[in-house]
């Protein structure tokens, strides 16, 4: 009997560059598949916020599942440093401030992640808050 894959977790979130204008981050979403089929997932449906405010959204080509094996999918995203800024209550000035004095912010992947092998569909659902460093 075919069995669905195995959502594990998302984790190892971490900013892999900056700019004047924007701020790469990378993740990578963990899977189990026992079946002997493989299959597709999407990304489309991730969003990534700070301070529960909406500022990128995942991006990645459709991944191929692989059959029975563990695998893992890379989840990037580009954040707009302007979009950062904006993410605390006391406004730019405030969110600037306290990031540099802290010298972290909690990134938020929040969506979903569907599965499809021959018109079978699986949502999986991924909400991961993690504190990351950042350097100015």
């Known amino acids: 009997m075919n069995k669905q894959p195995i959502f ?3 984790d190892n979130i971490k900013v892999i560059s900056y700019a004047a204008d924007t701020v790469k981050i990378k993740a990578v979403a963990f899977f189990e598949n026992p079946n002997n089929v493989g299959g597709k997932i999407s990304t489309d449906n ?6 529960n405010i909406e500022v990128a ?3 990645s080509e459709d ?3 692989p059959a029975k094996s563990k695998f893992s999918i890379p989840l990037t995203a580009n954040i707009a440093t302007k979009n950062l800024l904006n993410t605390n209550k006391n406004g730019v000035l405030g969110g600037l401030l306290n990031s540099l ?5 909690n990134i938020r992947i929040k969506g979903d992640l569907e599965y499809v092998v ?7 659902l991924v ?7 950042i350097r100015f």
């Open 8 to 10: 594990v977790k998302v």
């Open 46 to 51: 991730l969003k990534i916020l700070v301070n």
């Open 57 to 59: 959204q995942v991006f």
């Open 63 to 65: 991944f191929k599942v």
């Open 101 to 105: 004095i802290t010298n972290k912010i």
């Open 118 to 124: 021959f018109g079978f569909k699986k949502v999986f």
């Open 127 to 133: 909400d991961k808050t993690e504190a990351i460093k």
